[in-house]
């Protein structure tokens, strides 16, 4: 058996299980979502835009509720930690996604993969519960809005972020640490385009059962409790729209509540898929294509979806834009 300590190495060491030595990889190879060379290039034109609109988007936001005292409110609160969650999601992932376009070898270290799933679990899982607690602030706001400023204080938003960002550190470390406590010897290619623990552990040269039960637990807790809290919180918003709104605001809470399911869905739907599933040994393209909506598609229909159709950031944006035009003038 392998030490946990060697397993870190990252460095070519040879350990001899009976008669045969096995080689402790010190870096992983990716397959990338695509061989071929104009695909490729088709590609990383296509994902270096959604990542540009993602940063710019994500910034502008963090801005406008930076610079304006109106959007110092606990939604604008909440948002401006989405996009900063966003941010780190996206610029974690895709940067290294585009330079494996340009490039024939699509390398990464054992060190580097590491880091680069501890990243992704962290911001990952921060945003799925960051998407709950917006999603309960609307339901205060929409269903209780006599009782929203007692409930949603200067002090229970600072908490709740914080509480977000810590306790998905802690599934961040599990699923983390039970990934890289497997040996991994000499199969050092990973069918996908990025380092993700269900793709990394088809590489494992032990059981990987507890490891993927760990991460379905995990799963569990991550995705399904924040997805039921959202879905919970948007039927109780239709149905109070629905009793006390006029056919002009139902349709606006409609149309409002429909955007925000369709990123649920883009959001969690995939991820449900990648990680509450049997692990299979077998590798698909399948799921490296659904990987794409969680780490490149969503974090930039975010800022439209949840900030740009806010009223309030949209005055802001205007108020900036007219400001900006007036001392051009001057």
Not at 29 to 45: A, P, V, Y
Not at 48 to 74: A, E, K, R, W, Y
Not at 191 to 219: Q, R, V, W
């Amino acid at each position: 058996m392998c030490s946990f300590f060697l397993c870190q190495t990252g460095k070519q060491a040879k350990v001899s299980m009976g008669e045969e030595n096995q080689t402790f990889v010190s870096k992983f190879i990716f397959l990338g979502l695509s061989q071929d060379l104009q695909t490729q290039i088709l590609l990383f034109i296509l994902f270096f835009i959604i990542h540009l609109l993602t940063v710019l988007g994500n910034l502008l936001i963090i801005t406008l509720i930076f610079l304006d005292s109106h959007l110092h409110t606990p939604m604008c609160f909440f948002l401006r930690n989405l996009s900063f969650a966003d941010l780190c999601f996206s610029t974690g992932i895709v940067p290294q996604v585009l330079v494996h376009f340009l490039v024939k070898r699509k390398t990464i270290s054992f060190y580097g993969c590491m880091t680069q799933i501890i990243v992704f679990l962290l911001v990952g899982c921060t945003e799925c519960v960051l998407l709950a607690v917006m999603s309960y602030d609307r339901y205060v706001a929409v269903c209780k809005p006599l009782h929203y400023s007692t409930i949603m204080t200067q002090w229970v938003c600072p908490w709740l972020s914080f509480g977000s960002w810590a306790s998905r550190a802690l599934v961040s470390l599990v699923d983390t640490s039970f990934t890289f406590h497997l040996p991994y010897w000499r199969q050092n290619i990973i069918n996908h385009y990025f380092c993700e623990p269900p793709a990394l552990l088809k590489l494992a040269s032990a059981d990987t059962y507890n490891t993927a039960m760990a991460i379905f637990s995990m799963g569990v807790v991550i995705l399904l409790a924040p997805v039921s809290l959202i879905l919970v919180s948007h039927w109780n918003i239709i149905s109070t729209v629905i009793q006390k709104q006029s056919g002009e605001g139902r349709l606006k809470a409609f149309s409002t509540c429909g955007s925000h399911l369709i990123v649920v869905v883009l959001f969690y739907g995939s991820g449900i898929f990648t990680y509450m599933r049997p692990n299979s040994k077998t590798a698909k393209e399948r799921d490296k294509m659904i990987s794409v909506f969680y780490t490149v598609v969503t974090p930039m229909l975010n800022p439209i979806i949840y900030s740009l159709r806010n009223k309030d950031v949209k005055g802001a944006l205007r108020k900036l834009a007219e400001r900006k035009s007036f001392s051009h003038r001057q």
